[in-house]
């Protein structure tokens, strides 16, 4: 691939590499770098540096991987996949349309809803690892993939490579992927929380006011066409129904949809979820919670991803099952039900994010738990949707005692990271996890902390910027030591 990408740069031109992991992505841009910084300008790398310090320090407190972007970044070079938080995808992905980044190595996700061409594309592996062995990828995210070579209005053709492992295979890439028919398309419809969704929404826009409508609109839908028996799915979406009707979703005597499934439906949360986080939330109203009730209850939900257990893991994430037992929502099932093994990753993922507002080290963090930080924000993202969720339900349902309060203060940790005694330090803009522990470790807690301390102590704590935009906010904009005045006001 540096052969490639030499001929690629002598033509003036850029470079996307497919790869089938992150690792390889990363490593991929790592060997392209001895390649690329030999082709920048001066102004490029003056540039290039600039951007490689906003991709190191989006964090606050960068990781190996922060650090490790920045560095390719500076030389020409980036890697672009799913563990990087958006903030870094977006700069590389602006450095790369500028024509500054000569080459991005690259996991097949950067292939599907990213307008990003070059005019060569470089599909290194074409086989990924699925559990059971290396399989070939699929046709369609072949041509996915070919489809960003080519950029209009720059370019006239461009250029896709496939790169053969050994002598015997290029016969068969040929056949399978440049001559080969995509795989038939499978309707999202046939995944029951999606249908859930669809059939709730349906009912709660007045769209269908009646079961013959209902069925109607699913008989002329892709996933019947697909189904094939029109009587099942029938059947399908009547059994549906029946589930929103014993959820309290949809009225018992026609089809409409009661106050609270059409809050669900606004909310774009499956109703099976939703319904178990408002048993779980009447529970709560009688139960001594902590954070780690409300993680496990959002682990528990369709829509949060749940990170595989591995055999050596297991008996740690079992002992903290038991341990958060007394405070967790629901019972946890005897081992030999065939739902204990999902408590089990359900705990994994809680016990992740624990860790996340007990203000572990995110180096820690990802190392623990095979996480990048794209993965952390991500994560984050999909429950604070989710907890937004459960206070709605909870504020429709009159949920008694603290736990609204409570999802709130979570919300908040979740967003920043944090543990509780940070909340109020938080609440200033540019005051992150990282800000926050330093300044409260200094003895500033407070409004009242944060006026009395001397700018000269802000600016050595959290950097003279931050430190004015703080006493800024606290109305101590004006109000400084005379040999500070110049400083300050520069």
Known sequence: ???????????????????????????????????????????????????AEDIKNVLGNPTSQCKRLAENVRKGAAFHHAGLVSDQR???????????????????????????????????????????????????????????????????????????????????????????????????????????????????????TSTSGLLEFFRKT????????????????GDIVEQLREYGFLKEEEMKATKTG??????????????????????????????????????????????RVKNKEWSEIEQALMDAGEYLLEDIPKEWNTDYDRFIEC???????????????????MSKYDIAPGGIRAKTRDADWLLYGAQELARMKDIEGDVEKDIEKLRLRLQHGIKEDLLNLVSYDRIGRA????????????????????????KKLIGKKTGKKLKKQVGE??????????????
Not at 2 to 27: H, P, V, Y
Not at 113 to 141: C, H, Q
Not at 347 to 359: R, V
């Open 90 to 208: 977006s700069l590389v992905e602006e450095a790369f349309r500028e024509g500054l980044v000569k080459s991005v190595s690259a996991t097949p996700t950067l292939a599907a809803g990213v307008n990003l061409p070059a005019f060569r594309v470089v599909m290194r592996d074409l086989k990924r690892y699925t559990g059971s062995g290396m399989d070939w990828i699929p046709v369609l995210e072949y041509e996915q993939m070919t489809g960003r070579a080519g950029r209009p209005k720059y370019d006239d053709h461009g250029e896709a490579i496939s790169i053969a492992k050994n002598p015997g295979s290029k016969d068969e890439i040929l056949e399978r992927y440049v001559q080969g028919e995509p795989e038939r398309i499978q309707s999202k419809l046939a995944a029951e929380p999606i249908l859930r969704m669809h059939t709730l929404s349906l009912v709660a826009s007045s769209f269908c």
């Open 347 to 365: 705990m994994k993922n809680a016990l992740l994010m624990q860790g996340w507002i007990s203000e572990l080290d995110e180096e820690k963090l």
């Open 477 to 490: 904009e004006n109000i400084f030591d005379r040999e500070n005045i110049t400083d300050y006001f520069e």
């Open 262 to 307: 059409k809050r669900v439906s606004e909310l774009y949360i499956d109703p099976e979820s939703a319904n178990m986080m408002l048993e779980q939330l009447r529970n709560a109203e009688e139960k001594d919670t902590k954070a780690v009730s409300y993680l496990f209850m959002l682990s528990r939900t369709t829509e949060m991803r749940k990170p």
């Open 1 to 51: 691939t540096q052969n490639i990408l030499k001929d690629t740069l002598g033509k003036k031109k850029q470079m996307i590499t497919f790869c089938s992991s992150r690792k390889g992505a990363e490593k991929e841009s790592d060997r392209a770098t001895e390649v690329t910084e030999q082709d920048l300008s001066r102004d490029e790398k003056k540039r290039l540096e600039e951007i």
């Open 435 to 458: 800000r926050a522990r330093k300044l409260y470790d200094h003895g500033i807690r407070d409004q009242e902390d944060i006026r009395e301390v001397s700018f000269e102590k802000l």
């Open 222 to 237: 892709f996933y019947a066409h697909q189904y094939g028996s029109m009587d099942e799915v029938d059947e399908k979406v």
